[in-house]
């Protein structure tokens, strides 16, 4: 059975090394609300002249919280590309990271950004 999650996210984005290095080496620190409550840490690697409108990032974020009532966590990997400002992401659960009552979880993420405000759809099994 699949279920559907919903809320909002606020983030923060710290560089990790020099700037200018290739790839961009970034930490990604979360507070999800809505139907997930809880905190997300990761780490990105960027490529590419984001200035142009025209990059790439992969990420690894470790998710802990309460979903559905649940209480656990879940890795989710993420691997974005921007080409003339179009933004094309991919978001998944990665398979088998599923802790305490999350455990066996599955599923993808699909996240929208409006006028600064980061939003989050989350489709998952367990």
Avoid: C, N, W
């Avoid at 905190?39 to 990420?59: C, F, I, P, R, W």
């Amino acid at each position: 059975m699949t279920h559907r999650a919903a809320g909002t996210f606020d983030v923060k984005v710290a560089p990790l090394g020099a700037a200018g290095d290739v790839p961009g080496r970034f930490s990604i620190d979360k507070q999800y609300h809505g139907d997930l409550e809880g905190s997300g840490k990761g780490e990105m690697l960027t490529a590419g002249d984001a200035a142009s409108g025209s990059a790439g990032y992969v990420a690894i974020e470790q998710v802990t919280g309460k979903l559905g009532g649940k209480a656990g966590g879940f890795a989710l990997q993420h691997s974005g590309t921007m080409t003339k400002g179009a933004l094309q992401l991919t978001i998944t659960i990665v398979p088998g990271s599923g802790t305490g009552e999350l455990s066996g979880i599955s599923g993808k993420m699909d996240i929208q950004i409006e006028h600064g405000k980061h939003s989050y759809v989350l489709e998952y099994s367990l």
